[in-house]
Nanobody, 112 residues
Framework: QVQLVESGGGLVQPGNSLTLSCVVSGFTLSRDPMGWVRQAPGEGLEWVASSYTSGDTTYTDSVKGRFIISRDNAKNTLYLQMNSLKPEDTATYYC??????RGQGTQVTVSS
């Protein structure tokens, strides 16, 4: 049974940092690309970042230079380090797999 379980969200002030985690099970993380997507209140899903088995990473323009996607294949865990957070980063963040979909999400709120 495939599971994607996100954690690490919370309420942070603008300019601060937060690291999200996604523990996966039921498949081998090292063999598959993975990504993070987010959904702000009243908005559609937005792709944020992807991590490929080659080690390459890609980011949407609005988070380039601030967010870092990484993975620990031995721990079957995908991460999203978010720095210099802005109010517009407020959203529910999901880790996502092209075949298995996304997890239940973790809420990130950036507010003073």
């Amino acid at each position: 049974q495939v599971q994607l379980v996100e954690s690490g969200g919370g309420l942070v002030q603008p300019g601060n940092s937060l690291t999200l985690s996604c523990v996966v099970s039921g498949f081998t993380l090292s063999r598959d690309p993975m990504g993070w997507v987010r959904q702000a209140p009243g908005e559609g899903l937005e792709w944020v970042a992807s991590s490929y088995t080659s080690g390459d990473t890609t980011y949407t323009d609005s988070v380039k230079g601030r967010f870092i996607i990484s993975r620990d294949n031995a721990k079957n865990t995908l991460y999203l380090q978010m720095n210099s957070l802005k109010p517009e980063d407020t959203a529910t963040y999901y880790c996502a797999h092209v075949l298995y979909g996304r997890g239940q999400g973790t809420q990130v709120t950036v507010s003073s």
